[in-house]
């Protein structure tokens, strides 16, 4: 089955630094590369998406990128901010496959 | 318009006791999935239902079971409680057969002691 890695497990950036954030998949099969933000407390918010049929997606000062060759998708945080601070994960999935498989997290310090 | 609404937010329960976790979906989505999160880990899928039916399911030993109710509504059931059953436990709504356009709840905490 789908087996996603995630790096880092932590970040550590000064306000207005970038952020880089990646993940690899295993299964070619999975189209569907979900990032989503959890804050304490909270659930997992979708904050940005990106489809096997486009390389690059841009919201803002998000971004993510997608590799199908290498297996590959990032996410770039651009002029960061205290309230950034969260941790991150990464998922994947597939039409024949109705559920989300998610990376370990990557625990996001924006530092003022 | 009320996302994914769950229900209690955090429970505390003894080894070998049952409990029922009841999660409200998104309007307009008719499509539940659970998910078990244990601290410092991903979310990791236990089943989704739709249509009232069990239409997929994870790694998870039958102690684990479900419901979902015809205004699309759902309970997770866990018996046998063990102290590795401690974790934040996510409800995600979506709509139809779409394998995109998840919304979790805030989840429920549950402690076994």
């Known amino acids: 089955g789908e087996n996603v890695e995630q790096h880092p497990s932590t970040l550590s950036v000064q306000e207005g630094d970038s952020a880089v954030i990646k993940c690899t998949y295993s299964d070619s099969a999975s189209n569907y590369f979900p990032w989503y933000k959890q804050e304490l407390g909270k659930g997992p918010q979708l904050i940005i998406d990106?489809?096997?049929?486009?390389g690059e997606k841009k919201d803002q000062r998000i971004a993510v990128t997608l590799n199908k060759t290498a297996k590959h998708f990032s996410l770039h945080i651009t002029e960061t901010q205290p309230e950034d601070s969260a941790v991150y994960f990464c998922a994947a999935s597939k039409r024949s496959q109705g559920n989300l498989i998610f990376g370990k997290g990557t625990k996001l310090s924006v530092k003022p | 318009d009320a996302g994914v609404t769950q229900s209690p937010t955090h429970l505390i329960k003894t080894r070998g006791q049952q409990v029922t976790l009841r999660c409200s979906p998104k309007?307009?989505?008719?499509?539940v999935s659970w998910y078990q999160q244990a601290l410092g880990q991903g979310p990791q899928f236990i089943f989704q239902?739709?249509?009232?039916?069990?239409?997929q399911r994870g790694n998870f030993p039958d102690r684990f079971s479900g419901h979902q109710f015809p205004n699309y509504s759902s309970e997770l059931n866990v018996n046998a409680l063990l102290l590795g059953d401690s974790a934040l436990y996510l409800c995600a709504s979506s709509s139809g057969t779409a394998y995109y356009g998840y919304t979790f709840g805030s989840g429920t905490r549950l402690t076994v002691v």
């Open positions: 990106i489809r096997s049929n486009v």
């Open positions: 309007s307009g989505h008719d499509t």
């Open positions: 239902y739709y249509e009232e039916e069990e239409r």
